[in-house]
């Protein structure tokens, strides 16, 4: 079984440019969530999905974050304007439902300069 | 409030050494609980879960975990580490309540095994 894919794995912006993230979970995974984690922290959620709707997004600062799962499989993230304080790895993660096991994609490093 | 802490931030130790990594939580009902690990670049991998049974739960790769509910810890364990054990590894916890499988993670130890 293919495991989550994501892309870029990597990003450099200047302060004020948008940036989109894609993630392709395991086939079969109806929930997909995405997490921010800043340097030598712990992910921290931004936002989940069930199938193609958001089930809590009160993490995603949502003046310049945005994020779909339009057909209930793949998913993007955007940043509309990144700020200095975006500089974190964004990463996906896909499970079933009522399982409690999550599986990571490889993540994308945004560096915000 | 639901808080994961990992009490240490970076652990060494010699190959073949055992090894202890602290989580303590807080949180007031019940919670589902699990240790991923991270290597160098990589994203989060599943080690393994709690939820109910036997308090001490066996993961892949020779590591264990123990729950204990008088000290709202479960404190992941190995005998003998490998050199490439050496990564960061994370405790996290789910409310069961509304089954959303949300997990909050504490901040890592990074685990650095010396030959």
């Known amino acids: 079984e293919a495991g989550v894919t994501q892309s870029p794995r990597y990003a450099v912006l200047q302060e004020g440019q948008a940036v989109s993230f894609w993630c392709d979970p395991i086939s079969g995974h109806d929930t997909l969530y995405w997490y921010q984690q800043p340097r030598d922290q712990g992910p921290q959620l931004l936002v989940y999905f069930r199938d193609e709707a958001v089930i809590d997004n009160s993490q995603l600062p949502s003046d310049r974050f945005s994020a779909v799962r339009p057909k209930g499989t793949n998913s993007t993230l955007k940043i509309q304007s990144a700020k200095q304080g975006d500089t974190a790895t964004y990463l996906c993660?896909?499970?079933?439902?009522?399982?409690?096991?999550?599986?990571f994609g490889p993540g994308t490093r945004l560096t915000v300069l | 409030t639901q808080t994961v802490s990992q009490s240490d931030a970076h652990v060494t130790v010699f190959e073949g050494d055992s090894v202890e990594l602290r989580c303590n939580y807080s949180y007031g009902g019940s919670i589902y609980l699990s240790w991923y690990i991270q290597h160098h670049g990589h994203g989060l991998q599943f080690l393994l879960k709690y939820y109910s049974g036997n308090p001490v739960v066996q993961g892949v790769n020779g590591f264990e975990a123990e729950f204990s509910k008088s000290d709202s810890s479960f404190h992941l364990r190995k005998a003998s580490v490998h050199w490439s054990d050496s990564a960061v590894y994370f405790c996290a916890v789910s409310p069961i309540t509304g089954n959303t499988g949300k997990l909050i993670f504490g901040l890592g130890t990074t685990l650095q095994v010396q030959p």
């Open positions: 993660a896909s499970s079933r439902l009522g399982v409690y096991e999550q599986y």
